[in-house]
């Protein structure tokens, strides 16, 4: 359906869950966050039927995130039953890929398309630090297993931070001539007051044009990310701004947290719940949410924090 300000509205992020098996030092806090009881967050019977609603408005792309959604049980049997919903044309999935080496063949089988995975740093104990509590080797494991599934596309995350991985985007990039994947670079977006990162961590992706000037433009395949790619990569690099160039006015989607709440945009505080309605009720609640998003979020700075009103991961991203 289009939107309030003309724009077509065919893509929902669903997150299953907002627990994860990292603490990354810019999503989630380090102690992680409140558990919230089981009663509040959205069974899976809900989460399909929120699916259903969605598709009956003219959302085709789903896009399963979390917290980690890897982590959830169920995630498989999620995923078919979503793939299974007529009118959506696309399960995509975004994952740490630390859990993809059990979870790769049967999630292809279940009908996910495409695999995001985030990466953002190529050295173990830069890893082990923005992760808190991760293993470069396992995410890498994970990479490997998700290519041998056979997804159609795979794509690796890199959230841009100055003094941390900056020194790195030759290396990531270089990853679109060793495997078939997309390097997105996404600028880092203030979520946390306490994530430890000062000014000069918010760094604009085109820092990434200036370290590898051999990157040649690419045409754009209609996202959000502009595209370019190193000579003989079989990958391209995406440069994805949500700080310095926010792409509100073809902004095309909308979010469900796990605990139910439609959020119509990830920067500003709005969120409509779905928890126990039924079909028609989710239906209503999904047009009034649509209907709702704003024109554009407030700018978004290191002094002027999102206004999401929640960490990333009780998002999805
Ligand atoms: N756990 C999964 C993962 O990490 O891919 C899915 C959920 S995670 C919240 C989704 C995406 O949000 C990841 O690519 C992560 O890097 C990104 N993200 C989280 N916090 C961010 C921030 N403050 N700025 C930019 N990207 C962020
Ligand atoms: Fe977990 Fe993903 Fe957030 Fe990292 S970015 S803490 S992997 S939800």
Not at 230 to 251: E, K, R, Y
Request: aromatic share 6%.
């Amino acid at each position: 359906m289009l939107d309030a300000y003309g724009r077509k509205i065919n893509y929902l992020r669903l997150s299953v869950t907002q627990l994860c098996n990292l603490r990354c030092r810019y999503c989630m806090p380090a102690g992680g966050v409140l558990k919230k009881r089981h009663d509040e967050m959205l069974t899976q019977e809900e989460m399909i039927r929120a699916v259903k609603a969605a598709a009956s408005l003219g959302i085709t792309k789903l896009r399963i995130t979390g917290g980690e959604p890897l982590v959830k049980r169920n995630i498989v049997s999620i995923c078919r039953e979503a793939a299974n919903v007529a009118g959506i044309d696309e399960v995509c999935i975004t994952t740490n890929a630390t859990l993809m080496p059990e979870l790769a063949a049967p999630l292809r089988e279940a009908g996910v398309r495409r695999v995001n995975i985030s990466l953002d740093t190529l050295d173990e104990k830069k890893y082990a630090f923005i992760t808190r509590t991760g293993s470069l080797s396992q995410a890498l494991k994970g990479l490997e297993a998700t290519l041998d599934a056979g997804f159609e596309k795979v794509k690796i995350n890199a959230v841009l931070i100055g003094g941390f991985n900056d020194d790195e985007v030759g290396a990531l990039a270089a990853l679109t001539k060793e495997y078939p994947v997309d390097v997105r670079f996404i600028e880092l977006m203030p979520m946390l007051d306490e994530c430890g990162f000062g000014k000069d961590a918010y760094i604009p992706c085109d820092t990434v044009l200036r370290r590898i000037p051999e990157l040649r433009k690419v045409a754009s395949d209609g996202g959000v990310a502009r595209l370019y790619a190193l000579d003989g990569a079989m990958g391209n690099i995406g440069l994805i701004s949500p700080v310095s160039d926010h792409f509100c006015a073809g902004c095309n989607r909308v979010r469900l947290t796990a605990d139910g709440k439609i959020k119509p945009c990830l920067h500003s505080n709005g969120e409509y719940s779905v928890k126990g309605l039924d079909l028609a009720g989710m239906r209503e609640c999904f047009e009034r949410a649509i209907l709702a998003k704003p024109a554009a979020h407030s700018p978004l700075s290191f002094s002027r924090h999102s206004g999401a009103g929640r960490s990333m991961n009780q998002i999805g991203g």
